[in-house]
C-alpha cells in the first residue's frame, strides 16, 4: 500500500508539472484515489511510509498531521519534498 501511495503521488506530481510547463491539460481525476490511499497508509502509522506520505503532501491534512506525528524522524524527507523547484508548494507560494 505504502508503494501504491507512492508511485500514484508521483504519476500525480508529473501530470500536474507537465502541466505548469504546457504540455498536457492538468488532468488531476487521480487525486481524489490519492487522497483515499492516503489515509489507508496514515492508518498504518508506519515510520516506513514517511517518504511515501511526503510525497502525498498534497493530499489533506491527515497527512500533514501524521508527518508531524513522526516528528524529526520525518523532517528531511518533508523538506525535501516541500523544496523542489517548480514544485507543488512553489505554486502554492506564488497565488
Do not use: C
Request: aromatic share 8%; net charge negative; proline share 4%.
Amino acid at each position: 500500500m505504502i508503494t501504491v501511495l507512492s508511485d500514484e503521488a508521483n504519476v500525480h506530481a508529473q501530470r500536474y508539472y507537465s502541466a505548469r510547463r504546457g504540455d498536457a491539460s492538468q488532468d488531476l481525476r487521480d487525486a481524489e484515489f490519492v487522497a483515499q490511499l492516503s489515509v489507508a497508509v496514515v492508518e498504518l502509522h508506519d515510520p516506513e511510509a514517511i517518504p511515501a506520505l511526503s510525497a502525498a503532501l498534497f493530499a489533506g491534512p491527515l497527512v500533514s498531521l501524521e508527518l508531524a506525528n513522526f516528528g524529526e524522524r520525518a523532517a528531511a524527507s518533508v523538506v525535501k519534498a516541500a523544496t523542489v523547484p517548480n514544485g507543488w508548494y512553489d505554486s502554492v507560494m506564488e497565488h
